[in-house]
């Protein structure tokens, strides 16, 4: 491949390296700078930093790494800037496959998450953000949520790759979280809207991507309260919650385990994951919904948050997640693969679930000679 109009001068490897997260940092300078004027291009610009870094993340490894086909990469075009680089789950599955360093599920989910918000801006248009004020507040929470990560990778994980650059990234570091003080200012310039739809009777729930108290339901359903907040304008699910009690396995006190921020028994300081709940609720729910046939299993693997083991009770009158918490989806045998799975019924019986979405989707291909 030859560029027609541009060219550039050749550099070393280490010169491009320095370059492509030079270049990152600058996007996510741009996204900052961003947010009070064109707060849409501030997604833009985020997620255009978090492919650079994971390409020069890939570089650090080998320069042919990042070349979208790499067994016709050529050193010297490469030197010049000439060739087609790798996207996101490109570059994820490298450095999973041939370097050896998975991106965690619930990393690869938000980047991956922000370049559909990305797609929508760049090649249509986002409906998410109705007003310049919610969209900045839903932009700021983006970029939290995605630096929370990217951070890590990147002053942890990635320490000795890219240790040269700590400082600047300390700097982002600081620049974001100053950010996050305009969603409280603009929750608190909300009040008034927010007190008179509550004398009206409208009824607000926690925000589950800003956290402030201004998620206003829309839609009461068995399995919680659809909202859609009036700080950062997302729509989001106030799910259902439960008191139910399991008993510690060590001391025998029963106590409530449905919750993200339960990490120890309160009475003997047990360490409980998730792993530990599954134990525990194998236990105390050895039964499924008035659909569940007796016998068949009654845990079921969970399509949200794809826990490696069965992770889905039925609990309190809804099938519930003990790994995320989410709750409320049907639980069903697949009849492609016989796991027992949530997720949307129609779908798993009309084309798979999530266990074995990527197998149907490559016999599809197959058959379709793609």
């Known amino acids: 491949m ?36 064109r707060p849409k291009n501030g997604i833009v610009d985020f997620y255009t930093a978090i492919e650079l870094f ?25 030197s010049v800037g000439d060739f087609h680089s790798v996207y996101l789950e490109d570059a994820a599955k490298r450095l999973k ?10 990393a690869l989910n ?4 922000l370049a559909e918000h990305r797609n929508q801006i760049v090649h249509f248009a986002h409906t998410d953000y109705a007003d310049v004020g919610g969209i900045k507040a839903g932009v700021v929470m983006e970029q939290w949520r995605s630096w929370h990560y990217l951070h890590e990778l990147l002053t942890m994980k ?54 402030t108290l201004a998620g206003l339901i829309s839609e009461t359903n068995p399995w919680g309260s ?37 990490s120890s028994c309160p009475y003997c300081a047990q360490p409980i994951d998730t792993d530990k709940l599954i134990s525990l609720c194998k236990i105390k729910y050895t039964t499924g919904d008035d659909w569940w046939e007796e016998g068949g299993p009654c845990v079921a693997y969970c399509h949200e948050c794809q826990y490696p ?25 697949c009849p492609h693969c016989d796991a027992f799975v949530t997720g949307d019924a129609e779908r798993i019986e ?10 149907m989707t490559q016999k599809m291909m197959n058959k379709m000679n793609l």
């Open 226 to 262: 659809n909202y859609v907040c009036m700080v950062c304008q997302k729509a989001g699910v106030k799910i259902r919650s439960t008191a139910e009690k399991v008993a510690c396995d060590k001391c025998g006190h029963e106590f409530e385990f449905f919750h993200s921020t339960v």
């Open 97 to 106: 496959d041939v370097v050896g360093e998975a991106i965690e599920d619930e």
């Open 110 to 113: 938000n980047f991956k998450a």
């Open 54 to 78: 994971l390409k020069a993340r890939l570089m650090a490894e080998h320069w042919t790494l990042i070349v979208s086909k790499s067994d016709s990469a050529s050193l010297s075009s490469f």
């Open 309 to 333: 083991k069965p992770s889905v009770f039925y609990i309190d009158g809804l099938w519930s997640c003990v790994s995320c918490f989410d709750r409320g989806w049907q639980a069903i045998a």
């Open 158 to 211: 990635w320490k000795d790759t890219f240790n040269a650059y700590i400082p600047e990234f300390e700097r982002l570091h600081t620049r974001i979280l100053a950010e996050k003080d305009f969603i409280q200012s603009r929750f608190q310039d909300l009040q008034p809207v927010i007190q008179q739809k509550q004398r009206e009777g409208g009824v607000f729930v926690e925000c589950g991507s800003c956290h």
């Open 2 to 37: 030859a560029r027609k109009f541009i060219q550039q001068r050749r550099q070393t490897k280490d010169e491009m390296f320095d370059a492509v997260v030079k270049n990152a940092i600058d996007f996510i300078d741009s996204s900052l700078d961003n947010l009070g004027k």
């Open 350 to 359: 009309y084309f798979a679930c999530h266990k074995c979405e990527d197998e």
